[in-house]
Every structure is written in C-alpha cells, then in structure tokens.
C-alpha cells in the first residue's frame, strides 16, 4: 500500500467520556500515531472529533477509542468516513 494513501474519519463516542481525561488522551494517542485532526466535548455529554492518516494508524485509534483512557467507559463508538479535509497537527477544541 502507498504510504502516502490518507483517510478521514468523523468519530463520535459515547458513554462516561468527559472528565476523564478523554480529550487529551484521544490527542496524545493521535499523535503517537502520526494522525492528525481534533477532538472536542459536546454539550450532549458525547466526544467527538475528526482524525486524518494512513489507514493502518487510524485503525489503530479507532481501536484505542473504543477503550479510551482508564477512567473512560465507552459505551459507542462512530466511525463514519469523510472527506479528507487535511489538517496540519491533531487539536483539542472547546465545543
């Protein structure tokens, strides 16, 4: 496969997933992987966010999300693709 074949995807979770860390987590965890995109909390008591990569890499978060931090219980994960937007780094957003 192309190392330069990049993907998007929009993600939403749900489930005890804010105060816990999640944000930053999700961040780290994207970052460790080489992706890039954002994450933010929603009013609804959701994380969402968008992440863009090498599909190997965003597997590997979309596998790390179902699971979040420790303190995290995820109850559902979506993953839907999107349009590959590009980003230039992996942010933490305020709503």
């Known amino acids: ?3 330069a074949f990049k993907l998007c995807y929009r993600f939403s979770v749900n489930g005890r997933v804010q105060g816990v860390y999640f944000r930053q987590s999700t961040r780290h965890k994207a970052l460790e ?3 890039r995109g954002w994450v933010r909390n929603c ?4 994380v969402e966010g968008c992440a863009y990569g090498e599909p190997d890499a965003l597997e590997q978060l979309r596998a790390w999300l179902h699971l979040g931090p420790a303190a995290a219980q995820v109850d559902q994960l ?7 937007p590009g ?3 992996f942010e933490v957003r305020n709503s």
């Open 87 to 89: 980003f230039d780094d």
């Open 1 to 3: 496969m192309n190392s």
């Open 78 to 84: 979506e993953w839907i693709s999107e349009d590959s």
């Open 33 to 35: 992987l080489g992706l």
């Open 43 to 46: 009013e609804d008591g959701s």
